[in-house]
């Protein structure tokens, strides 16, 4: 199983990305999945999550600007981001645990390979 993120580059301040990340591989079904981004120098933190659901959870510094979404049909994971700043700058991860048989103790946690987010003018 892997994940293939895309959509990073360069952006303006108040500008807006859309990054993709698709799964694929031995997948029965994709639980949860999430949007990481890691600042040069600093942790990997978790910027958005959304469950099989539905459910949708955000780092308060991009409530209101960024919006999850998924295609189930497609294993995709979307990270819409809007109103962009230059704080926003990071290299951002794809993550997503899935389940690849019937058995639901058959679950792996997947890393996408970070797509790089530049915002500056």
């Known amino acids: 199983v892997q994940l293939q993120a895309s959509g990073g580059g360069l952006v303006q301040p108040g500008g807006s990305l859309r990054l993709s990340c698709v799964a694929s591989g031995s997948i029965y079904r994709i639980n949860s999945m999430a949007w990481y981004r890691q600042h040069p120098g600093k942790q990997r933190e978790l910027v958005a999550f959304?469950?099989?659901?539905?459910?949708?959870n955000y780092a308060d510094s991009v409530k209101g600007r960024f919006t999850i979404s998924r295609d189930n049909d497609r294993n995709t994971v979307y990270l819409q981001m809007d109103s962009l700043k230059p704080e926003d700058t990071a290299v951002y991860y794809c993550?997503?645990?899935?389940?690849?048989?019937?058995?639901?103790?058959?679950?792996?946690?997947?890393w996408g390979q970070g797509t790089l987010v530049t915002v500056s003018s």
């Open positions: 959304i469950a099989i659901g539905g459910d949708t």
């Open positions: 993550n997503a645990d899935i389940q690849q048989t019937r058995a639901s103790w058959n679950r792996v946690n997947v």
